[in-house]
């Protein structure tokens, strides 16, 4: 398994910012894959999740409304996209795969890429 980040860099509140992920060595349009982010504050959070058909997982309260994940599976790339940054959302955000459909533990890391909003 491989993933790879990339997008991440620094923006200012009120900001955007596009992640993508490209996968390989594995199945991609098997596999449910998330975001992940580890933040000064909360440490690691689950960000958001796509099914392996292209659904979407419930965002949770901290970022619903503005982060929106998808997927492409003929290009094996995840995407998230992020509008109305808050400093809070400043950390190190990872992609991954999960372990089987359904479910948010993880088998597969990427390396992360850095978000920092701040003015």
């Known amino acids: 398994v491989q993933l790879v980040e990339s997008g991440g860099g620094s923006a200012q509140p009120g900001g955007s910012l596009r992640l993508s992920c490209a996968a390989s060595?594995?199945?991609?349009?098997?596999?449910?894959m998330s975001w992940v982010r580890r933040t000064p504050g909360k440490g690691l959070e689950w960000v958001c999740g796509?099914?392996?058909?292209?659904?979407?997982?419930e965002y949770p309260d901290s970022v619903k409304g503005r982060f929106s994940c998808s997927r492409d599976n003929a290009k094996n790339t995840l995407d998230l996209q992020m509008t109305t940054l808050k400093p809070e959302d400043t950390g190190l955000y990872y992609c991954?795969?999960?372990?089987?459909?359904?479910?948010?533990?993880?088998?597969?890391w990427g390396q992360g890429t850095q978000v920092t909003v701040s003015s």
């Open positions: 796509v099914y392996d058909f292209g659904g979407v997982l």
């Open positions: 060595g594995f199945t991609f349009s098997a596999y449910d």
């Open positions: 991954a795969k999960a372990t089987s459909t359904g479910t948010t533990t993880f088998d597969g």
